[in-house]
């Protein structure tokens, strides 16, 4: 993990809290639901993916964010290959 594992370790808070929806399918679908979300995208994620999420979090105006890999997001999730995660909770997002 890199040295900001404030933001995993929130992330996993967030997570036991309800407040992460994770999945391609289930993040695109919850954006326009959410416009003070953040969107964590997997650096390491396929071009395709990319695209539908740099276009919708342009689209609705939400913040994205690629400074980890999906490892590091899946470890702070507990949960294998997450390669999209978007934090819904204002309280959570500084």
Not at 11 to 21: K, S
Request: overall charge positive; charged content about 30%.
């Amino acid at each position: 993990m890199k040295s900001n594992d404030q933001t995993l370790n929130r992330l996993g808070l967030a997570l036991r809290a309800g407040r992460i929806i994770d999945g391609e399918g289930r993040v695109l679908q919850a954006m326009s639901k959410h416009p003070k979300a953040i969107v964590f995208l997997a650096q390491d994620a396929g071009d395709n993916i990319k695209k539908k999420i740099y276009d919708k979090t342009t689209y609705y105006q939400l913040t994205l964010n690629e400074d980890y890999s999906s490892d590091e997001l899946s470890k702070a999730l507990g949960k294998l290959n997450r390669k999209v995660v978007m934090l819904i909770d204002p309280r959570f997002i500084d």
